[in-house]
């Protein structure tokens, strides 16, 4: 945690301006920081709050750390643990990635949406929350054969969303 405050305030200082600095969630794994919400919290709180330290929440990290998120209730949980520890207005983008390993696995190891264990439901929960509908999305997912990792996933989220 020491290296990690001492090297984000180094980024800070010689890097000024307004553009963030988003700080990714983790599956948790090893020496990681980021697994668990309290640890983004701890580093924003030491870096003293500073505006430009954003978060990028991940869908295969967080439920690999632990956090449920497959049914609407489970996101809902997710999201209030999120903003007690971090505060949702840090929260700015997402990266959408099924996961292949079981919840709490520690394993960073994404699937194409739908086809790991977070699965299409898990997906429309998150797609469609309140907190996470409108924030900016990014695929971080191997793909199908012939079409690159995006089209079908894309598609694949796209038809969760309801308006």
């Known amino acids: 945690m020491?290296?990690?405050?001492?090297?984000?305030?180094?980024?800070?200082?010689?890097?000024?301006g307004p553009a963030p600095v988003?700080?990714?969630?983790?599956?948790?794994?090893?020496?990681?920081?980021?697994?668990?919400?309290e640890d983004l919290g701890e580093l924003i709180e030491r870096l003293d709050r500073s505006p430009r330290l954003q978060?990028?929440?991940?869908?295969?990290?967080?439920?690999?750390?632990g956090y449920p998120c497959v049914t609407?209730?489970?996101?809902?949980?997710m999201m209030a643990e999120f903003d007690r520890a971090v505060g949702l207005s840090r929260l700015t983008a997402l990266h959408l990635n099924d996961s292949q390993g079981p919840l709490g696995s520690h394993r960073d190891r994404h699937a194409n949406i739908g086809e790991g264990l977070i699965g299409l439901e898990g997906f429309r929960s998150i797609v469609n929350h309140p907190t996470l509908k409108n924030l900016p999305a990014f695929l971080e997912v191997p793909g199908f054969d012939g079409e690159g990792p995006d089209a079908e996933n894309l598609r694949r989220l796209r038809a969760l969303v309801t308006e």
Do not use: Q
């Open 2 to 16: 020491e290296r990690a405050v001492e090297s984000l305030r180094d980024i800070i200082d010689r890097a000024p």
């Open 22 to 37: 988003l700080l990714e969630t983790t599956a948790g794994g090893g020496n990681s920081i980021g697994g668990r919400f």
């Open 55 to 65: 978060v990028c929440l991940d869908s295969c990290h967080v439920f690999a750390a």
């Open 72 to 77: 609407p209730d489970d996101v809902d949980r």
